[in-house]
C-alpha cells in the first residue's frame, strides 16, 4: 500500500519541536518516518503505519500501527498528522484520558479554523483541551514539500471524556447558523438565548453549554 508521506528534513524546525516537548513521559511518536525527529527526541515508542520504514526506527521500540486505532492508554503524543485522517484520530484521542499532552504538526488552515471557526471539531477540541499554536512550519521544511504551511499546535488535556457534552456538541453544531434558544429545542435542550451559534468563538463552548444548562466538568 502507499501513503502519502512528507518527511520533516529541517533541522531548525526539528529542534523548535524539541524544546517544545514537555518531560512527561512516555513520550510517543506516531508516524515516525524514517527516524529525523526520532533521533532528537527519543521517543519510548514509535507508531508507523507504513512497514517499510521499520527498519529506520529500530532504536525506539517500532511497532505497525494506525494512528487513527492507538495501542496506547497514556503519555505525551508527537506526530505529523495527515490531513486525511486529522478528524478520525481526534476522536479517537479525545476518549483516551491517560493521553494528557499531545505536540501536533498540523495543516496551519485547520489549526486556524479549530481556533477561530465554530464547527462540531473546533468545539469538541477546545472542550477537551487547551490549545497553543505554537509556530508555523513553511512546505520547504518538508520532503517532498506539500502545496500547504503547516503549524505545530500544543493541545493539554482539560477535562475527561464525557459522552454526554459530546453528543451535545456533536447536535449543536449542525445548526450554526441557528440561535440557541431554537437549537435547544433541536436537541432536546433548553435555552432563552437568542445568540447565534457562529457568534461564538471555539473557545466559548463553556460559556455555550452554561447557556444551555449542560453541566461539566
Known amino acids: 500500500m502507499n501513503y502519502s508521506q512528507n518527511f520533516l528534513v529541517d533541522k531548525d524546525v526539528i529542534r523548535k519541536i524539541s524544546d517544545n516537548i514537555s518531560t512527561e513521559r512516555p513520550l510517543i511518536e506516531i508516524g515516525c518516518g524514517k527516524g529525523n525527529l526520532s533521533e532528537v527526541v527519543s521517543p519510548d515508542l514509535c507508531i508507523e503505519i507504513d512497514q517499510r520504514l521499520l527498519s529506520f526506527l529500530k532504536n525506539y521500540n517500532p ?10 492508554l497514556r503519555g505525551q ?12 484520530f481526534f476522536m479517537e484521542i479525545i476518549k483516551i484520558n491517560g493521553i494528557s499532552r499531545l505536540l501536533l504538526i ?8 479549530v481556533i477561530d471557526y465554530p464547527t462540531f471539531i473546533s468545539f469538541i477540541l477546545n ?15 518538508f520532503r517532498p514539500a506539500p502545496r500547504i504551511f503547516s503549524a505545530l499546535v500544543s493541545l493539554k488535556r482539560s477535562r475527561q471524556y464525557d459522552q ?7 447536535c449543536i453544531s449542525k445548526y450554526r447558523n ?19 451559534l ?3 468563538k471555539p473557545w466559548m463552548v463553556i460559556d455555550i453549554l452554561a447557556t444551555l444548562g449542560i453541566s461539566y466538568a
Not at 106 to 113: P, R, S
Not at 164 to 170: F, Q
Open 164 to 170: 454526554k457534552v459530546t453528543d451535545v456538541i456533536a
Open 63 to 72: 511497532i505497525q500501527g494506525d494512528a487513527r486505532k492507538l495501542p496506547v
Open 127 to 141: 472542550y477537551y483541551f487547551e490549545i497553543n499554536k505554537l509556530f508555523v512550519i513553511p512546505p520547504s521544511s
Open 198 to 200: 457562529r457568534d461564538f
Open 106 to 113: 498540523l495543516q496551519e488552515d485547520f489549526v486556524n479554523k
Open 178 to 196: 441557528k440561535s440557541l434558544n431554537n437549537i435547544a429545542k433541536l436537541c432536546g435542550l433548553n435555552s432563552s438565548s437568542d445568540k447565534r
Open 77 to 88: 503524543i508527537i506526530s505529523s498528522l495527515p490531513y486525511s485522517i486529522t478528524y478520525d
